[in-house]
């Protein structure tokens, strides 16, 4: 398992099973009890879509797995429990999973849930693969963290501004987990000296209940900002968006891949900026990758979601690589490995192709990835996509 590289193609399913990820057999999944691997996410509630993306991606994955073999041809079966967004209910979901000797859990997709579910599991397992990349898991624990992390995205995102000549910056940013992590990670950003170019403006935090930000942009809007970072849970970045919107700011602003999902863009509809730019891993990267295992993942990739009907996004992408990486460990092991043995495999992944880049976990960051998996994408509305405007890293594309 030194080398995988995902094609994850119905047609390729031969070129599949000699290259490694998905790849542990031909033949349909034979009829026997299934391997059930829980997933915990918000199917309803405030953060609903974010759930309903993951279980819509997942599910495509299921089948693609099923098509191509199973699990040591036993069948794979997601199972998918509402926490409703809320960290109480994943706590109170994780432990009845306990219960049940499931040896590796995928969940749940917002920081604070893991961050309640982090502790149970961390010493003693079983294998908790959160969802959310905001979440920082201890090096050699038993939880595992997915997509790139928030101050890996500020990094980048401060590069790129910098490449555009974008030096006088403000941020807005909320008071909660997700708003602090990103908060602190672009105060780090910003002080290192090659960065020195860059001029924080206006720095405005808002409490996640407010209603509107209309004081803390008007700030922002008299400080001159030539761009505007813009980050917390999506409900309170909407929140944000609406009052940008009224107020007439106009200039780039960056916000969390978490809205970056077609019903967010969609509810949003015409309150979002004209500049509007995301930070995220290289799923969205296409038009700029050059050819190789991780562009040819994401085209085939892309072409199972739409082959059921599903617009690729952040919801239904950013969880698939978790989803396979466990797949192709169970593949391996087999499908009643103990955690320990999952843990160990997945910890020493390496040269590991996805479709948000190539994984190396023997950094102990148990995620795998690292600042140069991030790329910078603008919202297109009229053609309703993301297009990436930097390389890996926030480099200028060539």
Request: with cysteine.
């Amino acid at each position: 398992m030194d080398r995988h590289r995902w094609v994850p193609s119905l047609l390729l399913a031969a070129a599949t099973a000699a290259t490694g990820l998905l790849g542990g057999a031909a033949a349909t999944a034979a009829d026997l009890a299934p391997v059930e691997i829980p997933v915990v996410a918000p199917l309803t509630g405030g953060v609903g879509f974010l759930g309903v993306g993951v279980e819509h991606g997942l599910q495509v994955l299921e089948q693609y797995v099923n098509k191509t073999g199973g699990i040591r041809n036993r069948p794979l079966h997601f199972t998918f429990l509402d926490d409703q967004g809320q960290p109480q209910i994943s706590v109170q979901v994780l432990n009845q999973l306990l219960t049940r000797n499931y040896h590796v859990i995928l969940g749940s997709v917002l920081s604070a849930n893991c961050r309640a579910m982090m502790p149970i599991v961390v010493d003693k397992g079983p294998v908790l693969y959160c969802l959310s990349p905001a979440l920082a898991p201890p090096a050699g624990s038993y939880v595992f963290s997915a997509g790139v992390a928030p101050t890996l995205e500020m990094q980048a995102t401060v590069h790129f501004f910098l490449t555009r000549g974008w030096t006088r910056v403000a941020i807005l940013t909320s008071t909660d987990a997700s708003g602090s992590d990103a908060d602190g990670g672009l105060l780090k950003q910003i002080a290192v000296p090659e960065n020195k170019a860059l001029q924080l403006v206006s720095h405005e935090r808002f409490n996640p209940e407010e209603l509107s930000v209309s004081a803390q942009v008007s700030r922002i809007k008299a400080a001159g900002a030539q761009a505007l970072i813009v980050w917390g849970a999506p409900n309170v970045v909407a929140t944000a968006i609406h009052s940008i919107s009224d107020s007439g700011l106009d200039i780039p602003t960056l916000v969390p891949d978490s809205i970056m999902v077609y019903s967010m863009m969609n509810q949003l509809g015409g309150f979002l900026p004209k500049q509007l730019y995301f930070a995220s891993g290289g799923w969205a990267g296409i038009s700029a990758l050059k050819a190789g295992p991780q562009r040819t993942n994401l085209v085939n990739t892309f072409a199972l979601l739409n082959a059921a009907n599903i617009s690729p996004d952040s919801g239904s992408t950013e969880p698939w690589d978790a989803g396979a990486i466990v797949v192709d460990v169970l593949r391996k092991l087999g499908p009643d490995a103990p955690a320990s043995a999952i843990r160990d495999t997945i910890a020493g992944l390496h040269n590991y192709y996805g479709i948000l880049g190539p994984y190396d976990f023997r950094t102990g960051d148990q995620r795998g990835l690292n600042a140069n998996d991030v790329m910078i994408y603008r919202w297109l509305n009229d053609q309703r996509e993301w297009r990436a405007v930097s390389s890996g890293g926030g480099n200028p594309l060539r």
